[in-house]
């Protein structure tokens, strides 16, 4: 093996389900307070469409591209710095609630030590430095050779495209030399095995499920240095 390349929710850190709801109406009332419900609503409406997109035709987009998708259905122009405002609050609020597997730090680092490079890549519309900021404060990122983010790609997982770029990201030509390790069946799992890499679940109840086997399936991060060994 060469490398191992993780998700980031509910496989490096715990599963958490942020409601983008606050951010929603926070950014609706700062627009026009006369229409806040309206507005809200149809922002609510845009992001279950950019999550739906998951399932077609995969392709990736930002928060900013949400809130200007919005704002074009509702004839509102949307300023970046209201966006930024409405985000960062929303970002302060979830901080203590963010937090990574116990094991995550131990766990890269003995795949270091056994000379595998890391990588994580991401289904998100946050910019990096959201998640940079939550790898930053628990010591991850240095451990963490490649960081890749669907914001800032034309597409999301299960997508060929993006599983190709990680591998280039990590420096490896033979995907079936690379290890994809995430919870959700459809995006990680198939997405990865389609890519010709072996695929690790960690199950999570919480996401739908999808008839793709994956190649093993572990409860605990530390699971996941045998399998590599023997591999």
């Known amino acids: 093996m060469d490398a191992v390349i993780f998700d980031w929710g509910g496989t490096l850190s715990h599963f958490v389900s942020v409601e983008m709801i606050d951010v929603w109406c926070l950014a609706a009332r700062h627009l026009d307070p006369d229409r806040e419900e309206e507005v809200t609503a149809r922002l609510v409406e845009v992001e279950e469409r950019f999550w739906a997109r998951t399932a077609s035709h995969q392709e990736s987009g930002t928060l900013a591209d949400l809130v200007a998708e919005a704002s074009a259905e509702l004839g509102l122009d949307v300023a970046e710095a209201v966006l930024e405002e409405a985000a960062v609050r929303h970002l302060d609020a979830w901080t203590p609630h963010i937090t990574h597997d116990p094991d995550a730090a131990e766990v890269l680092a003995a795949l270091r030590e056994r000379g595998l490079r890391i990588g994580l890549l991401s289904n998100t519309h946050w910019p990096r430095a959201f998640h940079e900021r939550f790898l930053e404060r628990d010591g991850l990122a240095e451990l963490i050779d490649a960081r890749l983010y669907t914001s800032e790609m034309t597409h999301m997982k299960p997508h060929p495209k993006v599983f190709a770029e990680a591998l280039a990201a990590v420096g490896v030509d033979d995907p079936g030399r690379t290890v994809f390790v995430g919870d959700r069946p459809f995006d990680d799992i198939h ?41």
């Open 191 to 231: 997405g990865a095995k389609q890519a010709g890499m072996r695929a690790v679940l960690r199950p999570n109840p919480a996401v739908p499920g999808h008839p793709t086997t994956p190649d093993a399936v572990i409860d605990r991060l530390h699971q996941l240095l045998d399998l590599v060994d023997r591999w």
